[in-house]
């Protein structure tokens, strides 16, 4: 129960990998507020897996498209608790395009849900963890494929690229206040929007001959948000397997 009695909000935790990184965090200790973009199935069961971990646990349904709903957010966290300890960016969308075919509507939803949420996000959780003088930390998704394009995910690549740079300039702004801002750099990672023929291409292109599990990135979630960490800041970790060690460059197909 490393990190008992923290406040933990979970951006995209109703499913894949936010659903685990939420749990572990209830598990070791954390009240999470459980987040999706709406109402449904999958976040209700996501909220009741992780309050049977930890009752005081809150879910929050936000459109993170729309600014509006996300300071409404952390108003009910603020109503709920005492203030805000880990904030984990892990929403995210992706509308693959060609990118002469790429429309600019589909562009700025993924850049709103996968940067500006993000920043915004960031930005709400920093003035809580200012204020309260307890510090915080602050986790940001990332994606490999903000340093390796893809076809057809231009604007998504882009976004995770923005994310990178967003994430080293809160960490030398926010360092004052005692709030440490890292990303984790994912992947090929397993979960229920990952076909299987996919993950199968990944035994021959990836040096760890697997793919990752969501578990992977949960339990480097709690190390980053534990004590352990708060001389680390600014840095960018990645998980995934080797793949970025050159071998994605001989698979187009990835």
Not at 77 to 90: C, M, S, T
Not at 117 to 144: E, H, W, Y
Not at 228 to 243: K, Q, W
Request: aromatic fraction near 6%; glycine fraction near 8%; hydrophobic fraction near 40%.
């Amino acid at each position: 129960m490393e990190l008992e009695g923290k406040i933990a909000l979970v951006t995209g935790s109703s499913r894949g990998i936010g659903k685990t990184i939420a749990l572990e965090l209830a598990r070791n200790g954390c009240n999470v507020i459980v987040h999706g973009s709406k109402k449904s199935e999958a976040l209700s069961e996501s909220f009741e897996n992780v309050r049977k971990l930890s009752p005081d646990s809150l879910m929050i349904p936000a459109e993170l498209s729309k600014p509006s709903e996300i300071d409404d957010m952390f108003s009910q966290i603020q109503e709920a608790f005492d203030g805000l300890d880990i904030l984990v960016n892990n929403a995210a969308t992706q509308n693959p395009s060609p990118i002469l075919e790429l429309k600019k509507e589909d562009w700025n939803k993924v850049l709103s849900v996968n940067l500006t949420a993000p920043f915004l996000c960031a930005q709400c959780a920093g003035r809580i963890m200012r204020d309260t003088k307890r510090g915080g930390k602050i986790i940001n998704i990332s994606s490999v494929h903000a340093y390796d394009a893809r076809r057809y995910y231009a604007h998504y690549s882009a976004a995770k690229g923005g994310l990178e740079t967003l994430t080293k300039s809160l960490a030398l702004e926010l360092a004052s206040h005692n709030i440490q801002v890292n990303s984790i750099v994912a992947g090929a990672i397993a979960t229920e929007l990952t076909p299987l023929d996919r993950q199968e291409k990944f035994l021959t292109s990836v040096p760890a001959a697997r793919i990752g599990t969501t578990e992977e990135i949960a339990q480097l979630v709690v190390f980053l948000s534990s004590n352990r960490c708060d001389y680390i800041t600014g840095a960018s970790i990645t998980v995934d397997g080797g793949l970025t060690l050159g071998f994605c460059a001989t698979r187009p197909d990835l």
